[in-house]
């Protein structure tokens, strides 16, 4: 009974461990641009690859199993929100960035006239 229990405790850390790893990535996947874009593009290829192949290959086999059916568009559907989402996303960033460099330009050129102006008397 005891080693089911330090079984579980372990298989628990485990998954906490999985968890703030995969948490640390999606992280780093979202704060930087470059791989925010590399995301989104993979995403949407797999999304279009996803398509097609069911539009073409896989429809004769999808149309006879319903339940394949449902879950296969569905993974496709989901794969383009999740597409969306993510540039959505990144639109958002975009702007909050160019938000915190206008405001840094501005207070910079205010220092600067400031200082003419100090110059002048």
């Not at 703030?20 to 874009?37: M, S």
């Not at 086999?61 to 989901?78: D, I, Q, R, S």
Request: charged share 25%.
């Amino acid at each position: 009974m005891l080693c089911w229990i330090s079984r579980m405790k372990e298989f628990l850390a485990k998954i906490r461990l999985m968890w703030k790893l995969f948490a640390a990535l999606v992280k780093v996947l979202l704060h930087h641009r470059v791989y925010r874009r590399k995301l989104m593009f993979f995403v949407s290829l797999v999304a279009m690859g996803l398509a097609f192949c069911g539009i073409t290959f896989f429809d004769k086999f999808l149309t006879n199993h319903v339940w394949l059916f449902l879950a296969y568009w569905a993974v496709t559907g989901l794969l383009v929100l999740l597409m969306l989402l993510l540039a959505l996303y990144d639109m958002l960033q975009i702007r909050r960035e160019q938000s915190i460099r206008e405001t840094s330009e501005l207070a910079d050129v205010l220092k600067e006239v400031e200082k003419l102006k100090q110059d002048e008397e």
